[in-house]
């Protein structure tokens, strides 16, 4: 018969940055790391209908509405990514089990995490695409519903991971300066609120990131190979703004899909640049503090 399981304090209870080493250096079970998980994800729930209750329609700017419509197609292409995240983590958990038991620990709490992810994204999409339709804008049609849960492509696991923390980078600040740029608290609490959650998704992501690398199994040079593909000119961190948007028949990608008129959308490119920096070093260790450095240092490894 085990011993029960100590529960943990909710006030001290935070993500698992060193995820490889719980597992292979403090023998935590999978059990212990799911109940950090879903306390911390417990802890952060809030409710859509409650925020929506406090916006006032009648004060929000062109802007604010263009914020609002984006992010709500953009929230839609989630869900697919969480779905393929489950079954990715649970198959490489399974390649690595007779070779690397803490590294196919590391692949399960992974997609037992994707749950909470799927979850907390739903909030997002149905809450900003609620918004978008009480405000009289274009509503989805159920053939873009459809399109944009497409699911992607398969890839290596420390690729789509570090992909994953850069989206969601990339959607903390998006929804940080959209915050920053409203004049009516309601909709300033919700944008406020998906930041937070987005910013933790990150830092879930790049937990797992960092475990794959300090396995030993998986090479920085993968982490740096989505770096540069982001933070190079014309990179896709510009999203639409980028001078050629690649034709993707497998799945859609959000920031190809932002249609902002003639209003100027919120943005901060330098924001999110020192972000991917410093995911990068928390990943690998190696520190770099501009694009060329990025890319200096992905073709040495490729070399």
């Known amino acids: 018969m085990t011993a029960a399981i100590k529960p943990l304090s ?17 023998r935590m079970s999978l059990i212990d790391v799911t109940w950090v998980q879903h306390q911390y994800h417990e802890k952060r729930r809030w409710s859509a209908v409650e925020f929506l209750n406090q916006v006032n329609f009648a004060n929000l700017s062109k802007t604010d509405m263009v914020c609002v419509w984006n992010a709500g197609r953009a929230e839609l292409t989630t869900k697919p990514g969480a779905d393929r995240l489950a079954r990715q983590s649970d198959a490489e958990c399974r390649r690595w089990l ?8 590391v692949f399960q709490a992974c997609g037992t995490w994707s749950r909470y992810w799927n979850e907390e994204e739903s909030f997002h999409e149905t809450t900003l695409n609620v918004l978008a339709g009480g405000l009289g804008m274009e509503a989805v049609s159920d053939d873009t519903f459809i399109e944009f849960r497409k699911i ?3 890839d290596n696991m420390l690729r ?9 980078i990339t959607a903390t600040v998006n929804y940080s300066r959209c915050a920053a740029n409203t004049s009516d608290p309601g909709l300033r609490a919700i944008f406020k609120q998906i930041a937070a959650d987005e910013a933790q998704h990150m ?14 199994k998986y090479h920085a040079k993968d982490a740096f190979a989505i770096a540069h593909l ?9 999203g639409s703004d980028r001078n050629r948007i690649e034709t993707r028949d497998t799945h859609v990608n959000w920031w190809d899909h932002l249609d902002t008129g003639d209003i100027e959308r919120p943005d901060d490119i330098e924001g999110k640049q020192n972000m991917i920096f410093s995911a990068l070093e928390k990943v690998t260790g190696i520190r770099v503090a501009s694009p060329e450095e990025v890319e200096d240092a992905w073709m040495e490894m490729v070399a």
Request: hydrophobic residues 45%; without cysteine; glycine residues 4%.
């Open 152 to 154: 992607f492509p398969d």
């Open 230 to 238: 982001f933070l190079r000119e014309d990179g896709e961190l510009h």
């Open 203 to 216: 830092r879930y992501f790049i937990s797992f990131a960092k475990a794959l690398v300090d396995s030993g």
């Open 10 to 26: 909710s006030e001290k209870v935070e993500i698992i940055a060193d995820l490889y080493e719980a597992f292979s250096k403090k």
């Open 160 to 168: 789509t991971l570090f992909l994953l923390a850069i989206s969601e």
């Open 98 to 105: 007779d070779t690397d038991a803490d590294l196919a620990a």
